[in-house]
């Protein structure tokens, strides 16, 4: 059970997390929390230990509402020390070639701090719990602010830590998004990675279920800020939801769906407000007919590059040369087209451009646009079904789109639109295919 961060935003949020999880306690859940809403937001942005003061205050102001004098106190003195630590980060902050790390080891602290109060919260309502430091299952490498776990190290960590509690029937509540490398030095393993957190521990249980609460009714036809009347998904595919959470559906992790593809596990999005809502299930293809368009996803703040070279025409090596230019860079592509002449694609981070530029420069003539979005178009109905296209293009005829392709899954079609336009974009699709 992964709780997010408004689902522990202040004390009635918690106190609803502990009666969601006591009403399990029978199916032995792991627990995975994020920290406070804002809380990393803060972390991040701090540079002098004043400017957490108001952080700091809101774990205390929390903890005196939940918990009796005497616990309330020991939390009290955890963020305590908590702070004089983040203190002492602070200053190594502006270290280069450590920042990174450091930076990692300030903001883990906001999931440290939230999983020690709901564990205290969880046996101050009568369920067993016990905070468990989730560096000490999930290891990584040491990528620094978007660490990979190494799976075999921490599926055996995690059982080993874990698997006692269970059988006791304790409950373990880890902070999501943390976690260390062999020789122990804290890493993230990127925003919003509490999901992945989730999916991980998970499978490495071989659980059940992984079930991701948040502050929305499961995965809806649309991101409900841009268009407020879109509804709850009941069910969707593996290969649907990964998609969706690639291109831009931040309610998933992109990366949640792997571990619980390769165990077979079913994940379940609920609203951790409304909790007898069922959600959304995620499970295999077969399970999760009808085969329709099932959503629009969409990301702002991409960068298109197109690279035009005639040394293309019949030539070999040259889209291998290209590709390298960007694992050299050690950035990643997302939709990628071409022509016999061209390449076109995107990229979610553009902090390497001007070197990427420079290099792609040598292999032909290279084209910038910043300010786009991506809009996605997602469904096992787009297999097979005719016309979707033609439907997609004559809804936003008067609206620029590039970067077509139908993904080689062949259930999504995705394309790229000016950023400017990509509410209304993705308006006038909910509208034509979800109204009716
Ligand atoms: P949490 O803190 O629980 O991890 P997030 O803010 O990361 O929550 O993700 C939930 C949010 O994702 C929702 O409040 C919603 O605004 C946004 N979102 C974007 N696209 C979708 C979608 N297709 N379905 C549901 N939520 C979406
Ligand atoms: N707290 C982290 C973030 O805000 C991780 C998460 O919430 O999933 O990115
Ligand atoms: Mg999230």
New binding site residues.
């Given amino acids: 059970m992964k709780f ?4 522990v935003a202040d004390a009635a949020a918690f106190e609803n997390v502990a009666r969601i999880v006591a009403a399990q306690r029978n199916a032995s859940p792991v627990v995975v929390v ?1 920290a406070m ?1 804002g809380v990393t937001d803060s972390l991040l942005a701090a540079t002098t230990i004043a400017s957490l003061e108001g952080t700091f205050r809101r774990h205390e102001a929390a903890a005196r509402e939940l918990l009796t004098h005497a616990k309330a106190e020991e939390f009290v003195e955890h963020v305590n020390n908590a702070a004089q630590r983040i203190a002492q980060l602070l200053e190594a902050l502006s270290a280069e070639p450590t920042r990174k790390a450091t930076q990692d080891s300030i903001v883990a602290f906001g999931e440290t701090l939230s999983s020690a109060l709901l564990a205290e919260v969880l046996n101050e309502r009568g369920v067993a719990a016990r905070q468990v430091d989730a560096r000490r299952c999930i290891i990584t490498n040491d990528d620094y602010t978007c660490a990979a776990p190494l799976m075999a190290e921490t599926f055996s960590h995690s059982q080993q830590e874990l698997r006692p509690f269970l059988e006791t029937g304790v409950v373990p509540v880890l902070g999501g998004f943390i976690g260390a490398t062999l020789s122990g030095a804290t890493t993230t393993l990127g925003r ?1 990675g ?2 992945y957190t989730a999916a991980i521990i998970g499978a490495a249980l071989s659980a059940s279920e992984i079930q991701i609460w ?3 009714t499961g ?2 036809t ?4 841009v268009v407020p009347e ?1 509804q709850t998904i009941e069910r969707l595919s593996y290969s649907e939801a990964a998609e ?1 959470a690639y291109f ?4 998933l992790h992109p990366k949640t769906i792997q571990p619980a593809i390769e165990s077979s596990i079913p994940v379940r999005i609920c609203n951790s407000r409304a909790p007898e809502e069922r959600g959304t299930l995620v499970g295999p293809e077969t399970e999760t007919s009808p085969r329709t368009v099932k ?1 629009i ?1 969409h990301k702002s703040g991409v960068t298109t590059v197109q690279i035009t070279s005639a040394r293309m025409l019949g030539a070999y090596g040259f889209l291998r040369a290209l590709f390298e230019v960007f694992e050299k860079h050690r950035t990643v592509v997302d939709v990628v087209t071409t022509s016999e002449v061209s390449v076109s694609l995107s990229l979610d981070d553009a902090e390497r451009l001007p070197e990427i530029v420079q290099e792609l420069e040598v292999l032909g003539t290279v084209r910038v646009e910043k300010g786009r979005a991506i809009v996605c178009v997602v469904g096992e109905g787009l297999r097979g079904t005719p016309g979707i296209a033609g439907k997609v293009f004559s809804t936003i005829s008067d609206i620029n789109v590039s970067l077509i392709s139908q993904g080689a899954s062949s259930i999504n079609f995705t394309f790229a639109v000016e950023e400017a336009r990509v509410n209304e974009a993705v308006r006038r699709l909910h509208e034509e295919f979800f109204s009716h």
């Fill in positions: 997010g961060g408004t689902s994020s809403s919003g509490s999901d948040t502050d929305v995965v809806l649309a991101d409900p800020r879109a969706l831009g559906a931040k309610v959503a996803a």
